[in-house]
C-alpha cells in the first residue's frame, strides 16, 4: 500500500487533517500489510491560488515557512516508489521543495514573475476564522483551513527534504521555476 500522507502526521498536529492522516497510516500499519507513506508538504501548484482578488495572500502564517512541493513531483515520487515498491516497504518519505519560503517571499516570487503586486498579509486568528466563515464550509473545514497557516507558522511546514531527489533521481521543483514554467492563474 502506497499511502498519500501530508508532512507532519502526527495525533497533535497543528494542521488539523494531518492528524487524519496519522490515525490512517497507523491503521495501515496495524494492518499487517506493507506499506508506503509519501507525506507530502503543501502543494507548489496551489501557492497562486491563496492571492486574492486584492493581490493580497491572508493567512495567520507569522514568519513561518512552507517547503511546498509541486504535484509533478509528488507524481514522479510515487511512480518511482511503484516501480520497485519491495525497496520502499515499510517507509516514509517528506516529499517538499527544494527551500521553504515564507509566504512574504511566496508573494515577492510571485509578483517578480508574473509583474503583478502581490503582498501578504499576516491575519490574527479572529481575522482568519472571520475571513473564510463567508464560504459557508462546516467548521471543521474552516479550521483545516485556518490551521495549514498556523501550521506554516509554528514551522512544522518548513522541513526541507532530499526524498524527491533520492526517488526520481532530479532535484524538486522551486515557486519560481513552476511559475515560469505554467502561465497565470
Not at 514522479?76 to 515564507?102: F, I, K
Not at 498556523?150 to 521543483?173: C, F, K, N, Q, Y
Given at each position: 500500500m502506497v499511502y498519500t500522507s501530508f508532512l507532519g502526521a502526527a495525533p497533535d498536529a497543528t494542521f488539523t487533517l494531518a492528524r487524519d492522516h496519522h490515525a490512517t497510516e497507523e491503521h495501515?500499519?496495524?494492518?499487517?500489510?506493507?506499506?508506503t507513506f509519501l507525506r507530502d508538504s503543501l502543494y507548489l501548484d496551489f501557492?497562486?491560488?491563496?492571492?486574492?482578488?486584492?493581490g493580497v495572500i491572508r493567512g495567520p502564517a507569522g514568519e513561518g515557512a512552507c517547503?511546498?512541493?509541486a504535484r509533478a513531483d509528488v507524481a514522479r515520487s510515487a511512480a518511482a516508489v511503484l516501480s520497485d515498491p519491495a525497496a520502499h516497504t515499510n517507509r516514509t518519505y517528506d516529499l517538499t521543495g527544494p527551500q521553504a519560503l515564507t509566504l512574504d517571499e511566496v508573494a515577492s516570487t510571485i509578483s517578480a514573475v508574473r509583474g503583478t503586486r502581490v503582498s501578504h498579509h499576516d491575519e490574527t486568528l479572529d481575522e482568519a476564522?472571520?475571513?473564510?466563515?463567508?464560504?459557508?464550509?462546516?467548521?471543521?473545514?474552516?479550521?483545516a483551513w485556518v490551521s495549514t497557516y498556523t501550521a506554516i507558522a509554528d514551522g512544522t511546514m518548513a522541513t526541507v527534504s532530499s526524498a524527491v531527489h533520492e526517488l526520481t533521481?532530479?532535484?524538486p521543483t522551486s515557486l519560481e521555476e513552476y511559475l515560469r514554467s505554467t502561465p497565470p492563474r
Amino acid at each position: 500500500m502506497v499511502y498519500t500522507s501530508f508532512l507532519g502526521a502526527a495525533p497533535d498536529a497543528t494542521f488539523t487533517l494531518a492528524r487524519d492522516h496519522h490515525a490512517t497510516e497507523e491503521h495501515l500499519k496495524a494492518s499487517g500489510m506493507a506499506w508506503t507513506f509519501l507525506r507530502d508538504s503543501l502543494y507548489l501548484d496551489f501557492t497562486e491560488a491563496l492571492v486574492g482578488e486584492d493581490g493580497v495572500i491572508r493567512g495567520p502564517a507569522g514568519e513561518g515557512a512552507c517547503a511546498f512541493v509541486a504535484r509533478a513531483d509528488v507524481a514522479r515520487s510515487a511512480a518511482a516508489v511503484l516501480s520497485d515498491p519491495a525497496a520502499h516497504t515499510n517507509r516514509t518519505y517528506d516529499l517538499t521543495g527544494p527551500q521553504a519560503l515564507t509566504l512574504d517571499e511566496v508573494a515577492s516570487t510571485i509578483s517578480a514573475v508574473r509583474g503583478t503586486r502581490v503582498s501578504h498579509h499576516d491575519e490574527t486568528l479572529d481575522e482568519a476564522y472571520a475571513s473564510r466563515a463567508g464560504y459557508g464550509a462546516p467548521d471543521w473545514q474552516v479550521e483545516a483551513w485556518v490551521s495549514t497557516y498556523t501550521a506554516i507558522a509554528d514551522g512544522t511546514m518548513a522541513t526541507v527534504s532530499s526524498a524527491v531527489h533520492e526517488l526520481t533521481g532530479s532535484r524538486p521543483t522551486s515557486l519560481e521555476e513552476y511559475l515560469r514554467s505554467t502561465p497565470p492563474r
